[in-house]
């Protein structure tokens, strides 16, 4: 079993930043670890995925203004947002695969709003 606990989430402006902190407690192997969001009424996208040999994946629509980071030996992931944008506004949810047959793990999500 993978729990993963995100924070950091808040409401800024437009043009702020903003960090986000996953922390994965588990004894499982961690293959890769990602960000994902839910706006209102629109699906999970994906906006970074870092794989196990340190590849990351950046969505077009956060690239340039995201910075996704892992710490393999703490098990947590962070996500630096810049320059956000009202479209930036969802809740943001760390996922995790682990184990020696790959499952899925997702955590509760944090809430993100960009408003003036």
């Known amino acids: 079993q993978v729990q993963l606990v995100e924070s950091g989430g808040g409401l800024v402006r437009p043009g702020a930043s903003l960090g986000l902190s996953c922390v994965a407690s588990?004894?499982?192997?961690?293959?890769?670890m990602g960000w994902y969001r839910q706006a209102p009424g629109k699906q999970r996208e994906v906006v970074a995925v870092v794989l196990h040999d340190g590849t990351i994946n950046y969505a077009a629509s956060v690239r340039g203004r995201f910075t996704a980071s892992r710490d393999k030996d703490k098990k947590t992931l962070s996500l630096h947002m810049n320059s956000l944008k009202s479209e930036d506004t969802a809740v943001y949810f760390c996922?995790?695969?682990?184990?020696?047959?790959?499952?899925?793990?997702w955590g509760q999500g944090t809430q993100v709003t960009v408003s003036s």
């Open positions: 588990t004894s499982l192997d961690i293959h890769n």
């Open positions: 996922n995790a695969m682990a184990g020696n047959t790959p499952l899925l793990y």
